[in-house]
């Protein structure tokens, strides 16, 4: 089946740094991603659009200078908290949506903590 | 995006059928309801979708409302590893080679004794 590798697992960065996050389709091509935000029991929250190719699309209340995007391949989607903070920390997710498929394959997750 | 409710929780026993409610009131025509679920410190898992015949597959199978307007996930016989927050959400059809994001609600957490 569809697998999506997100990498990595989990990362501790200092307040003021970026992290980066990958997110990868290991056995179809994945026109397009998509980043979600989670809090400690809360529900996922949708940050943006990923499309190979073109600009990201981001939802009402994400700061786009932030949560930087890239998906310059079919494969291959990036994340990047830039000048991190505290409140930035919580738990990473993206997806993919093959061509033609109507299930989505989600990434196991990064946890940030931001110290 | 339509809506969708389901309860906050439930519990099961192990071994005994879970029969998970979602109300979709508003759902249009064109949706395909989705179910999903996610473990702890876990990304969210495909469960099954459908429009509107029940399904069936090997984790669970769907129950669609005849008008629509609300589904059941049934898992037929729960296990330990069957305890997680269970998702239904709906999904629009895909037009122009546009994919439809796919919008989390609260869900519903479903815990299994033993």
């Known amino acids: 089946g569809a697998v999506v590798s997100q990498h990595p697992s989990w990362v501790i960065c200092k307040s003021g740094t970026s992290v980066k996050i990958e997110c990868r389709s290991l056995?179809?091509?994945?026109?397009?991603m998509f980043w979600y935000r989670q809090f400690p029991k809360q529900s996922l929250m949708l940050m943006a659009t990923s499309n190979e190719g073109s600009k990201a699309t981001y939802e009402q209340g994400v700061e786009k200078d932030k949560f930087l995007i890239n998906h310059a391949s079919l494969t291959l989607s990036t994340l990047t908290v830039t000048s991190a903070h505290p409140e930035d920390s919580s738990f990473y997710i993206c997806?993919?949506?093959?061509?033609?498929?109507?299930?989505?394959?989600f990434g196991s997750g990064t946890r940030l903590t931001v110290v | 995006d339509a809506k969708t409710t389901q309860p906050n929780s439930m519990e099961s026993n192990e071994e005994e059928p879970v029969h998970l409610p979602c109300n979709h009131s508003?759902?249009?025509?064109?949706?395909?309801i989705h179910w999903y679920r996610q473990l702890p410190s876990q990304g969210p898992e495909y469960v099954i979708h459908g429009l509107t015949s029940n399904v069936n597959n090997r984790m669970a199978s769907l129950a669609i409302a005849e008008d629509r307007k609300s589904s059941t996930l049934i898992l037929h016989r729960a296990t330990l590893r069957d305890a997680a927050v269970y998702y239904c959400?709906?999904?629009?059809?895909?037009?122009?080679?546009?994919?439809?994001?796919?919008?989390f609600g609260t869900g519903t957490l479903l815990a299994v004794q033993p």
């Open positions: 997806s993919a949506s093959g061509t033609g498929e109507y299930g989505y394959t």
């Open positions: 508003t759902i249009s025509g064109t949706d395909y």
């Open positions: 959400i709906l999904r629009g059809t895909v037009y122009g080679g546009a994919t439809n994001k796919l919008i």
């Open positions: 056995d179809f091509q994945a026109t397009t």
